[in-house]
Nanobody, 123 residues
Framework: QVQLVESGGGLVQAGQSLRLSCAAS????????MGWYRQAPGKQRELVAA???????YYADSVKGRFTISRDNAKNTVYLQMNNLKPEDTAGYYC?????????????????WGQGTQVTVSS
C-alpha cells in the first residue's frame, strides 16, 4: 500500500511562489512515475505536471514556463515549484503515484492519490 502526503500549499498574492511536496511511503518510489493534478471548485480535476522515472516531464500549457516538477528519489519525494502564480491557479492540488506516460501525457492508472493541499492566489 502506498501513502502520499502533500504539503506546501497556502495563501499567496499573484506573482509570488510556492513549492509543493509529495512524500511517498510504502513503495519503490524510484521506479514509478508521478503526477500533480489540481481541481478548482466546480471544475474537473486536471493534470498540471508529471515526471517519469527517467525524469522526463510533462506540463499543461497553462503552467509551462512557470511551474517545475522534480523528484528526489533518495527522499521518495516529488516537488512542484510554482512561480509567478496567478489567481486562476487557485485549486486543491493532488499528487498521484504510479501512472504511465502515454502519447506525451500522463495517465493516472492507479488508485494512489494524496489527500490534497490547497493553493489560493489572491489578485
Amino acid at each position: 500500500q502506498v501513502q502520499l502526503v502533500e504539503s506546501g500549499g497556502g495563501l499567496v498574492q499573484a506573482g509570488q511562489s510556492l513549492r509543493l511536496s509529495c512524500a511517498a511511503s510504502g513503495s519503490t518510489f524510484s521506479i514509478n512515475a508521478m503526477g500533480w493534478y489540481r481541481q478548482a471548485p466546480g471544475k474537473q480535476r486536471e493534470l498540471v505536471a508529471a515526471i517519469s522515472t527517467g525524469s522526463s516531464t510533462y506540463y499543461a500549457d497553462s503552467v509551462k514556463g512557470r511551474f517545475t516538477i522534480s523528484r528526489d528519489n533518495a527522499k521518495n519525494t516529488v516537488y512542484l515549484q510554482m512561480n509567478n502564480l496567478k489567481p486562476e491557479d487557485t485549486a486543491g492540488y493532488y499528487c498521484h503515484y504510479g501512472g504511465a506516460f502515454y502519447r506525451g501525457s500522463y495517465v493516472p492508472n492507479t488508485s494512489y492519490w494524496g489527500q490534497g493541499t490547497q493553493v489560493t492566489v489572491s489578485s
